[in-house]
């Protein structure tokens, strides 16, 4: 299979009573294949002509579809391929990370329409829900009342059990324990009457991914995010996998040699935030880390062994998560510029080509493409997948 290559989806039912089946396989198709005409996806789906534009004149009367340009063939009438409509949904995301939250608005083809962001020394509950008030309010107040009308929903994206992470991040534990009673339908749905879905972080990351990104190339592989701790994603038969338990893919928990000796988990050996520590042991301000477009420019000193580390126990923990699954890639990406995340995704191969895989098949090391903003991407299309796409291994919690 070429890189380029975009995997199929099952086919659909032709019954009148799994109706919503087949507009969510039709949807998904055209996002994941782009604009296409009804012939087209009548042989992608499975499903009938007649039962494909019945279904297609229903979606462009809800603006959810649009036609494109009509294009000739070398025979008969011109087809005309039909896409999604940028405006017909959108959809608000909260990311909260360990330095910094943002609320991003998501159109139905998952650009990022409008965003504000919030950085501090860590996340407390007030700190956050003051933030997205604020923010909330910033970003409705551009909108149209037709704009407003079409959001779907809001997707969280937030740390898995965030109160356990106060010694790392270094904030005060009686402070941070606030988090364990923390719902977010009742606090976030003070401000807005819209459903909420909660997600890990790192799984949200995945999920935009694997929709608006390289996921479209593989079916089955394994995802790391390198944030200021590093987490991880499961996709199985071309979906994303969150576990019954909501915690899959939870690689930052891996065991990994220590240096001198000894086993650490890999969130302490692979996370920005010991590079954070570096730097500032160094006499750098690390504030750059944590910038919308963050400069890591003028570190080399630590840069480079924080990249050698880290690569280093990326692949061993490729190789680790590929003897349980036989994963064909490990798909790698995170909260840094794309100059970083090559030389990472390099130094990663490198090692996997050294380190002992006997009794593997070995994967593919290969760099994300949605970067910085994929966890917030990821917690915005929760709502539009719950409302609109078609998704096998749905599971993530709707609150």
């Known amino acids: ?32 294949h ?15 002509p007649q039962t494909v534009s019945v279904i297609l004149r229903s979606l462009e009367r809800e603006g959810l579809i649009k036609r494109g340009e009509p294009q ?11 896409a999604l409509s940028e405006d017909g949904v959108y959809s608000i995301g909260l990311k909260i990370g360990r330095r910094s939250a943002d609320i991003l608005l998501l159109d139905f083809v998952g650009n990022v329409r409008d965003r504000v962001k919030a950085t501090y020394k860590y996340p407390l509950p007030g700190t956050i829900f003051g933030f997205w008030q604020h923010g909330l309010e910033t970003l409705l107040s551009k909108l149209t009342e037709d704009q ?16 356990k992470w106060h010694d790392s991040i270094g904030a005060p534990e009686e402070e941070f324990a606030a988090w364990k009673d923390v719902d977010f339908a ?10 909420v879905f909660v997600e890990n972080d790192a799984t949200a990351a995945c999920r935009a991914e694997h929709v608006y990104g390289r996921g479209k190339n593989f079916s089955d592989y394994a995802y790391f995010f390198v944030g200021a701790f590093i987490g991880g994603g499961v996709v199985l038969n071309d979906s994303v996998y969150p576990g019954a338990r909501n915690n899959a893919g939870a690689f930052g928990s891996l065991p990994m040699p220590k240096s001198g000796g000894g086993v650490e988990q890999l969130i302490d050996s692979a996370s920005i935030y010991r590079l954070e520590a570096a730097m500032v042991e160094a006499g750098h301000d690390p504030a750059a880390l944590w910038q919308e477009e963050p400069d890591w420019s003028g570190i080399d000193e630590v840069l480079k062994p924080w990249l050698d580390e ?3 126990n990326l692949a061993r923990a490729a190789l ?3 003897s349980v699954i036989d994963f064909e890639a490990v798909v790698i990406d995170g909260a840094f510029p794309v100059a970083i995340r090559e030389a990472l995704v390099e ?17 593919t090391a290969e760099c994300g493409s949605v970067g910085v903003d994929a966890r917030g991407i990821g917690a915005a299309s929760l709502p539009i997948f719950a409302n609109f796409m078609l998704n096998t291994n749905a599971g993530f919690q709707r609150v």
């Open 148 to 163: 407003r009308a079409r959001i779907c929903g809001v997707g969280v994206a937030a740390p898995f059990e965030i109160w």
């Open 34 to 48: 782009g604009a296409l005409p009804g012939s087209d996806l009548a042989r992608h789906s499975g499903l009938s």
């Open 347 to 363: 130094r990663v191969r490198g090692a996997l080509d050294r380190l002992d895989g006997r009794g593997l098949l070995l994967p």
């Open 186 to 195: 009742e606090r976030l749905g003070e401000l807005c009457d819209l459903p």
């Open 72 to 82: 000739r063939g070398r025979v008969g009438k011109p087809s005309i391929p039909m």
């Open 320 to 322: 680790a998560v590929c």
């Open 310 to 312: 880290t690569g280093e």
């Open 1 to 32: 299979m070429t890189t380029t290559e975009v995997r199929k989806f099952s086919g659909g039912v032709n019954q009148r009573g799994v109706r919503d089946h087949n507009e969510r396989l039709l949807i998904s198709t055209i996002q994941r």
